[in-house]
């Protein structure tokens, strides 16, 4: 620990650890020092003199190495002959800083009347306007003239597309550099940059595509002024006009907190819609960052093509119909079917969604699946993170260890989280079948061979890292699908389990198992007591009544495909009319997070709570309300009227969600840096957390549970013309909840298939061809991408980008013959 | 393919052997020095190609260029003359310098003389400022330094480079 250092600053006395800066430090006791370049997640640069201020030192006497004393007994206090910045210079002992004298505030003046001799002060159409730090510090310290000419000021360029996603206004920009270390410091994606000198600095990117990083939306918070916009809001509204609701980002298992920004306008007719969504701070879950997945993947809510009315089949159509006769008809089905009932629920649901389906399928004695690539959720039950974990706390003493999974492209504030981690000493080690961004920082990286990866965890402890990971204060694993099936991440999460177990670090703070789930409540679906079962072609083909909410397995699997078609009855709960909708006999359509109440549960296995952004849209309904309502006309109690009320029955019966309560998850406590708020202002744009902070869930006890052993190998085993084909994920995919926003268009994932040059020239194939990818007996055109790093003899997919593949399989690719194509896929 | 290290691998090599492995970044000044010599000036495909070789981002690259008024990412006169209008030589009349001197040549600043010999550049404080007005002149491979000018001090220079290139030319243009 640092010894304490104690100061005053502006007559306050201060006590803080040494190295904090002035800045900082004043900030703590509620003095606000203003800053344009200073952040406090980036490194200071002092570059825009903005937080100049007065600092004396006590007088300390050379010969006798004692501190000077003035006739009143007080300690003699040295004044520089300048003025310091106050975000570059440390506390000292004694110091003694004044912010508030006249020389301090001529200086904020000047500094105030320097930015200003080119910004073109065009606040009332800049999106900035309103929660702007140039604009209401210039209100606060500046002068309302300038002694500089209008005629010399800079005229630049006003919209320049940066990429797809961010425009830069050149005027606009002060140079402060916290976008260029943003992408720097941060993220590791040196992309945009300063280019001349002086008055002429201006912000570009040498990309391809421009601004090529999935954190660009971050630099638009942090940028001081209305230089840089998002296309998704620019010019869409004035910060006054929108309220804003705390919400959660549902697409990956981080549980990014953000807060979402609406408006009512006229141009929806009148309806309240969403402007943007933001990063809302939560120090131990996202910071104050989000991914661009997050912020613009968005538009699914606000679709036109959303289910609007419940639908009924007669006979090879689907008509609308009205709540009362589907849900009788649904109910009088399920009645029928008793234990004929199967429920296939996925992560996308809410926990009061996933526990009222539950209870209704089990009061029918019938079989509730968690609809879900991946395994091991019963594992990390009882290995996870322990409450109180942080992983903004590990790193020197910490060791890491990243298997199967691409953190950068499933879990991006993972990947940011981790390499802050490394940055501060922790130890990487990153296993996997191909290179990823992890192997950047990881201080030892292990390629195996695909299948074996369970083998390579099971061998860290006999290998050369083995006595760092066994000395590590903390052990924490991030274990993924990437390349993986779903008995084989089950396997790895054994073996990672085993891992911690042997070293001494199972159920140890800042330690643990972290899943990287493809949902964003796949922790939940566990939690809730919905497992993946096996056989699941099976039980869909012989299910009597089979009801579907949050998934849309005829899309993903060309045998579930074929299954439901011989599936009895088919109930589905969604948001759009997907493949499996299609299909069904009865349709509900559901309210989207944006327009209702619940709960996640993250990876990291914290409940957070979430709010209504929106109206709920007339005629739809929660998938929880849905499930109730069944219920009642099967004579069931399930609470319908609220989620928090199914909450609490929950959280009655879940011995982990035991005791906690809507109130409890909307608690917050203060978090550093101080961010959203005017008077102090530091961070930028990024929601203050007023509204809960979540609470991380204990572990379930290990008494009676045995980690699942088994054959950790996993190999694929192709003849010499067949390949094994490995899934592999990526960020911005296919599925409906990206496609529905245009703007991240241009960078989907397609339907590639990548494969080493040598697997190529065995196999005679070449680049860019197309070729036929039969997977489970349907064949989908795919073009062949040449790639070194890919294993040879294997070759990967992008799930969800147009070829429905789950499990590695093994494959054999046709050339496509004539109008083959199309035939086979018919 | 990159070109630029096809067509300069011994260059390359000898450059980036003296800065420890793994370290290339520091690399990227005699690189872009290599590259401007070669062509005159940067091209945006040998910016790409530097930035491969050293393995940071081309942005990075382009902000270095940027950055030096010494690098060209356009192509330019064979000789870039270069007044320096920060404060300090402002206050001994670059300003005004700068603008007569273009005025004799009939070309604004940024421009290029219509033989494509000369082309005259504002720049930040070249660290003469006592010395003001003064530009330096690059060219030929060559930066050199010309202080306490006179616009016909100046003009006379430019003959000079004009004769020059014309003798090297070995035309008499
Ligand atoms: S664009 Fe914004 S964040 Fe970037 S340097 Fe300019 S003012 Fe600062
Ligand atoms: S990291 Fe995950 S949770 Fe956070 S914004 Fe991105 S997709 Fe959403
Ligand atoms: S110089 Fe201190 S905030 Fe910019
Ligand atoms: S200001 Fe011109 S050389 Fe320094």
């Known amino acids: 620990m640092p010894k304490d250092i104690t100061l005053t600053i502006d007559g306050q006395t201060v006590t803080a650890p040494a190295g904090t800066l002035v800045v900082d430090a004043a900030k703590r006791i509620g003095i606000n020092i203003p800053v344009f370049c200073y952040h406090p997640k980036l490194e200071p640069v002092g570059m825009c003199r903005m937080c100049l201020v007065e600092i004396g030192r006590p007088v300390i006497d050379r010969t006798t190495n004692n501190p000077v004393f003035e006739a009143d007994g007080k300690p003699k206090i040295q004044f520089g002959p300048k003025l310091e910045t106050a975000c570059t210079t440390p506390i000292s002992e004694g110091m003694v800083v004044v912010g508030l004298s006249d020389k301090v505030k001529a200086a904020r003046k000047d500094v105030l009347e320097f930015l200003l001799t080119s910004h073109p002060l065009d606040c009332p159409i800049c999106d900035k306007g309103g929660e702007c730090p140039l604009q209401n510090q210039t209100l606060e310290y500046g002068s309302a003239d300038s002694r500089f000419l209008l005629d010399e000021k800079m005229r630049l360029s006003k919209h320049v597309p940066l990429g797809d996603l961010i425009f830069l206004d050149r005027e606009r920009c002060i140079q402060c550099a916290r976008c260029v270390r943003f992408q720097t410091e941060i993220v590791d994606d040196p992309v945009i940059g300063f280019y001349n000198r002086g008055r002429k600095l201006e912000i570009i990117t040498d990309s391809q595509p421009g601004f090529d990083s999935i954190f660009s939306g971050n630099t638009t918070d942090i940028c001081p002024v209305g230089a840089l916009t998002t296309a998704d809001f620019r010019f869409g509204a004035r910060p006054w006009e929108m309220n804003n609701a705390a919400s959660l980002c549902t697409h990956c298992p981080v549980g990014c907190n953000t807060t979402i920004n609406v408006r009512r306008e006229a141009k929806t007719g009148g309806n309240v819609s969403i402007k943007r969504i933001m990063p809302r701070q939560n120090e131990t879950v996202n910071e104050i960052w989000m991914c661009d997945k997050g912020r613009f993947a968005y538009h699914f809510a606000d679709s036109p093509d959303r289910l609007k009315n419940p639908l009924i089949r007669k006979g090879s159509e689907l008509f609308q119909t009205t709540w009362t006769e589907a849900l009788s008809a649904a109910s009088e089905k399920i009645k029928q079917a008793g234990s004929g009932l199967v429920t296939l629920a996925s992560g996308r649901l809410t926990n009061e969604d996933i526990y009222n389906l539950r209870k209704l399928t089990e009061t029918q004695g019938g079989t509730f699946i968690g609809y879900s690539r991946m395994a091991g959720g019963e594992i990390v039950n009882r290995f996870g993170m322990l409450p109180g974990s942080n992983l903004g706390d590990l790193g020197k003493d910490s060791v890491i260890v990243v298997v199967s999974s691409d953190l950068h492209e499933e879990a991006p504030i993972w990947w940011l989280r981790v390499r802050e981690a490394v940055k501060r000493g922790a130890v990487l080690i990153s296993i996997s079948i191909r290179p990823t961004r992890l192997d950047k920082i990881a201080a030892k990286t292990l390629r195996v061979e695909p299948g074996r990866e369970a083998l390579a965890v099971d061998a860290i402890l006999t290998g050369d890292m083995a006595d760092i990971v066994k000395q590590a204060k903390h052990l924490l694993v991030f274990y993924g699908s990437d390349g993986l099936g779903r008995k084989a991440t089950g396997q790895l999460a054994a073996a990672c389990a085993r891992l911690l177990e042997t070293s001494g670090h199972a159920r140890r703070i800042n330690s643990g198992l972290i899943p990287v789930w493809e949902r964003g409540n796949t922790q939940g679906l566990w939690d809730m007591g919905a497992h993946p079962a096996d056989q699941i072609v099976e039980r869909i083909a012989s299910a009597r ?38 299909k069904a006999d009865i349709v509900f359509p559901v309210l989207a997070f944006t327009e209702r109440e619940g709960t996640y549960t993250s990876g990291e296995r914290r409940v957070q709570r979430f709010y209504p952004a929106v109206p709920a849209p007339e005629g739809l309904k929660a998938d929880y309300e849905i499930a109730a309502e069944m219920g009642a006309e099967l004579g069931l109690a399930l609470e319908s009227s609220a989620a928090s009320l199914v909450f609490q029955q929950l959280a009655a019966e879940i011995p982990q969600y035991s005791g906690l309560t809507y109130p409890l998850l909307a608690k917050t406590s203060d978090q550093w840096p101080i961010v959203g708020r005017p008077d102090v202002y530091f961070g930028g744009t990024s929601y203050a957390n007023r509204q809960g902070l979540g609470i991380h869930l204990p572990l379930l006890p290990l008494e009676d549970f045995e980690i699942p052993s088994g054959d950790l190998d996993m190999s694929l085993h192709p003849d010499a013309h067949e390949l094994a084909v490995y899934p592999v994920t990526r960020l911005l995919d296919r599925g409906i909840t990206v496609t529905t926003s245009p703007l991240l268009a241009s960078r989907l994932a397609q339907a590639d298939l990548f494969i080493h040059p040598a697997t190529a020239r065995k196999m005679f194939l070449n680049a860019d061809m197309q070729v036929m990818l039969p997977v489970d007996g349907a064949a989908y055109p795919v073009r062949i991408v040449l790639d070194e790093t890919v294993p040879e003899g294997a070759a990967l997919i992008p799930r969800s980008a147009g070829v429905p593949i789950h499990e590695p399989q093994v494959a054999q690719v046709a050339p496509p013959v004539g109008d083959h194509a199309s035939r086979v896929r018919s | 393919m990159n070109e630029f290290f096809v067509q300069n691998t ?65 192509p330019g006169g064979r000789y870039h003359l270069q007044v320096c209008t920060d404060l300090p030589c402002a206050l001994r009349g670059a300003d005004r310098f700068l603008q007569d001197l273009c005025d004799n040549l009939g070309i604004k600043v940024g421009e290029t003389t219509a033989d494509g010999l000369i082309t005259i550049e504002e720049v930040k404080c070249l660290a003469g400022c006592h010395h003001a007005p003064l530009f330096q002149v690059q060219g030929d491979g060559d930066i050199s330094y010309h202080e306490d000018q006179t616009v016909d001090a100046a003009m006379q220079l430019i003959a000079e480079l004009k004769k020059k290139a014309a003798e090297r030319e070995g035309t008499n243009a």
């Open chain 2, 10 to 74: 011994e260059a390359i090599q000898k450059i980036l052997s003296a800065y420890p492995a793994g370290n290339k970044r520091p690399a990227v000044m005699p690189l872009l020095y290599l590259a401007q010599r070669t062509n005159g000036f940067i091209q945006k495909k040998t910016l790409d190609e530097i930035a491969e070789i050293l393995e940071i981002t081309p942005t990075e690259v382009a902000s270095i260029v940027g950055f030096y008024t010494l690098y060209h990412d356009e």
């Open chain 1, 545 to 582: 009544v089979l009801l579907v909410a949050g998934a849309d397995p005829a899309n993903d699997d060309p045998m579930m495909e074929r299954a439901l078609e011989k599936t009895e009855f088919l109930i589905v709960q969604d948001l759009f009319a997907t493949a499996t909708a299609r």
